[in-house]
Nanobody
Framework: QVQLVESGGALVQPGGSLRLSCAAS????????IGWFRQAPGKQREWVAR???????NHADSVKGRFAIDRDNAKNVVYLHMSGLEREDTAVYYC????????WGQGTQVTVSS
């Protein structure tokens, strides 16, 4: 079973940018679809973006045009490039297979605040 660890979260001002990383161990990511998800305080976890093994991507409407998912199979890492961050993007961000089949990790906190 692939194990995934998220990193890269931080406190950032509105309009700022971040890059989140999802590093895999235990298995190669080459054949997995991987998704980014987030959970804001008091809300349910929601899907943000996914990338297929063939590099095809999809993004939630709420982040389309601002976030971009990509993958580096050589490094066994999936990234979430975030720009134009808004306060509503504040959440703990998680990665998982898509659909989510692995155990959820601890996630990485993104806080958008001035």
């Amino acid at each position: 079973q692939v194990q995934l660890v998220e990193s890269g979260g931080a406190l950032v001002q509105p309009g700022g940018s971040l890059r989140l990383s999802c590093a895999a161990s235990g298995s190669s990511l080459d054949y997995y679809a991987i998704g980014w998800f987030r959970q804001a305080p008091g809300k349910q976890r929601e899907w943000v973006a996914r990338i297929q093994p063939d590099y095809n991507t999809n993004h939630a409407d709420s982040v389309k045009g601002r976030f971009a998912i990509d993958r580096d199979n050589a490094k066994n890492v999936v990234y979430l490039h975030m720009s134009g961050l808004e306060r509503e993007d504040t959440a703990v961000y998680y990665c998982n297979t898509y659909p989510p089949l692995s155990s959820w990790g601890q996630g990485t906190q993104v806080t958008v605040s001035s």
